[in-house]
């Protein structure tokens, strides 16, 4: 038998309450084992000691004492349960109420979302309508004759086309800017040369400076038909190290084909001009009428010089080009050049940025999820007094 089981057992074994075996037992270890013994025979002192004392007597009073002591006991302990049940009561009213009120947020953002929705669909529709509104109101005005007022009315009843169909012709007009580094901006200037030749465009302007270091800079500007835009930007980016690139599409669909619209509207407002001139007797209905007539040739001819414009834009797009010569470095040069110090402040900044942002983030969601982990600690501290 193991030493831990004969100290949990001595008592008993002094008393001779366990069985005959355990008894047998426990007396070969202590034979045995010198530290069992010496605590058998420490215990054996101290119960004869005490056997040997006299009788301890008992206060008269000492069962009323007792027995109010007990009554203490109880109340004490049916005043804690009351406790663990009025805490219980508050975290389920906590609980609640922040379940609500998180609930509550949640609905009233859904809502919220909602309403704006509403607001900004009903603003696009009443924009829409005004405008509709105030382009077949704003051509109706002029002091002509009675004839005439009625005439220029019906020419302006034409509604504007508007709404596209299908089988028009999208009107796109593109742009592109690009720089460019090289070894030879001369050599890049013959190939924009080529380019041009090849997709049939044109160079409409070039310029070219040198600084004091033999620094060269050319600037091309390259008109070439807007099908091949794509293509030549394809074929431009490998003449050298591209720096920067930005390109643009404007859709111009829409107001060229509204002007269009107009041109044909006021076409005809001037054939009934026209008729109106051939009929008119005196010479204030001619003033009238010409001048009139006056108004709506010169606003024909500027909308299709609009047109003009818009159809040369759509046809040829724009490339504007800038080749910048570069003297290539030694390598020791790239090693231990200038630069190597702004990388290495670059570098530092950029890792100074990206951990500030990092920090900003975690704040972030940290903000976001603080409501959760509030949650979740109501439900931890739920489970830890019901489980009481």
């Known amino acids: 038998m193991q030493c831990s089981k004969v100290k949990k057992l001595i008592n008993l074994y002094i008393d001779e309450e366990l069985s005959k075996g355990q008894m047998e037992e426990i007396s070969d270890h202590i034979d045995l084992c010198t530290g069992c013994k010496n605590d058998y025979y420490e215990l054996m002192s101290v119960k004869k000691f005490l056997q040997n004392m006299p009788p301890i007597e008992l206060p008269n009073n000492f069962n009323d004492m007792l027995h109010a002591k007990l009554l ?35 609905g009233f953002k859904l809502f919220e979302n909602k309403i704006n929705d509403v607001g900004v669909t009903e603003t696009a529709l009443n924009t829409k309508s005004a405008a509709n509104y105030s382009s ?71 310029s070219e400076s040198s600084t004091s270091d033999n620094k060269k800079t ?51 407002q001037e054939e009934k001009l026209q008729e109106l001139l051939k009929k008119a007797s005196n010479i204030s209905d001619i003033l009238q009428v010409e001048d009139k007539l006056n108004e709506v040739m010169t606003q024909i001819d500027s909308y299709k010089n609009q047109i003009k414009i ?32 702004n990388d290495i402040l670059n570098s530092v900044l950029k890792s100074l940025k990206i951990f500030f942002e990092f920090l900003k983030y975690v704040f972030i969601i940290s903000i976001y999820l603080l409501p959760f982990s509030i949650l979740v600690y109501l439900i931890y501290i739920g489970y830890k007094l019901f489980k009481k």
């Open 72 to 106: 203490e006991e109880k109340k004490n302990l049916e005043s804690g349960q009351s406790y663990k049940k009025l805490g219980k009561r508050k975290f389920i009213i906590a609980f609640a109420v922040f379940a609500s009120i998180f609930i509550l947020s949640l």
């Open 136 to 206: 077949q109101t704003s051509i109706s005005s002029g002091k002509v004759t009675s004839d005439l007022k009625k005439d220029v009315s019906q020419a302006n009843a034409f509604d504007l086309n508007r709404g596209l169909d299908a089988n028009y012709e999208r009107k796109i007009t593109k742009d592109a800017t690009i720089s460019i580094e090289t070894d030879s901006a001369d050599e890049c200037y013959n190939k924009i040369l080529n380019i041009s030749k090849q997709y049939n465009g044109y160079i409409e302007s070039s």
């Open 218 to 268: 050319i600037n091309v500007v390259l008109k070439i038909p807007s099908n091949d835009f794509e293509d030549v930007i394809a074929s431009i980016k490998s003449l050298g190290d591209v720096k920067t690139i930005r390109t643009i599409s404007n859709d111009i669909t829409e107001q060229y084909y509204d002007v269009e619209s107009r041109i044909k509207n006021l076409e005809i």
């Open 310 to 341: 818009w159809d040369n834009m759509t046809s040829m797009s724009t490339i504007n080009l800038t080749f910048v010569q570069v003297v290539p470095q030694t390598k020791f040069g790239n090693i231990f050049g200038r630069s190597i110090l």
